[in-house]
T-cell receptor
Framework: AQSVTQLDSHVSVSEGTPVLLRCNYS??????LFWYVQHPNKGLQLLLK????ATLVKGINGFEAEFKKSETSFHLTKPSAHMSDAAEYFC??????????WGAGTKLIIKP | EPEVTQTPSHQVTQMGQEVILRCVPI?????FYWYRQILGQKVEFLVS????????KSEIFDDQFSVERPDGSNFTLKIRSTKLEDSAMYFC???????????FGPGTRLTVL
């Protein structure tokens, strides 16, 4: 069965410093993996998606994620945090029937 | 850019009342979904819908819930007799064909009193 573990419930970084949000997944086959972002009082926006074309995936707003099969990880990174990045980030894996399985979310806090 | 829309943005209802949450998916999409997020908890899958029938549903999606695509544009979630524990944010999503990416609406916050 598919599952997703986001290793940090909260991550706090200073503006201009790198961001790392960690995600591990479990899947019995090669899934699609996603990162979604939810800004306060807003909906769920797709940041990026991994299929099998490339292990390093670039998304919107300068985010990228690297798929590492040997570590079953799909960590999200950004070289330099901006205040507007403050939001909750969800790592998501597809279930075999297009159902999405969600991680618990990581709240990203940006300090000025 | 096309997007999924949902109405209303916030619905307050009394326990035992019926509610209908409405969604307009992206026009060329074929797969439709409902998820919910109880405050402070994970996003949970409720149901997927394709070709005018339910393709998959979770344990949460019991007989109190139903979905319908009454015309070519709307996709609705009905809760027949709301309970306090139905209070949550409900997200509609659409996707496909030829992709498993799902695009989400802004959500409807349902408050059951």
């Amino acid at each position: 069965a598919q599952s997703v573990t986001q290793l940090d419930s909260h991550v706090s970084v200073s503006e201009g410093t790198p961001v790392l949000l960690r995600c591990n997944y479990s899947s019995s086959y090669s899934p699609s993996l996603f990162w979604y972002v939810q800004h306060p009082n807003k909906g769920l926006q797709l940041l990026l998606k991994y299929t099998s074309a490339a292990t390093l995936v670039k998304g919107i707003n300068g985010f990228e994620a690297e798929f590492k099969k040997s570590e079953t990880s799909f960590h999200l990174t950004k070289p330099s945090a901006h205040m507007s990045d403050a939001a909750e980030y969800f790592c998501v894996v597809t279930h075999s029937n297009y159902q999405l399985i969600w991680g618990a979310g990581t709240k990203l806090i940006i300090k000025p | 850019e096309p997007e999924v829309t949902q109405t209303p943005s916030h619905q307050v209802t009394q326990m035992g009342q019926e509610v209908i949450l409405r969604c307009v998916p992206i026009s060329n999409h074929l797969y439709f979904y409902w998820y919910r997020q109880i405050l402070g908890q994970k996003v949970e899958f409720l149901v997927s819908f394709y070709n005018n029938e339910i393709s998959e549903k979770s344990e949460i999606f019991d007989d109190q819930f139903s979905v319908e695509r009454p015309d070519g544009s709307n996709f609705t979630l009905k809760i027949r007799s709301t309970k306090l524990e139905d209070s949550a944010m409900y997200f509609c999503a659409s996707g496909g064909p030829f992709t498993d990416t799902q695009y989400f609406g802004p959500g409807t916050r349902l408050t059951v009193l």
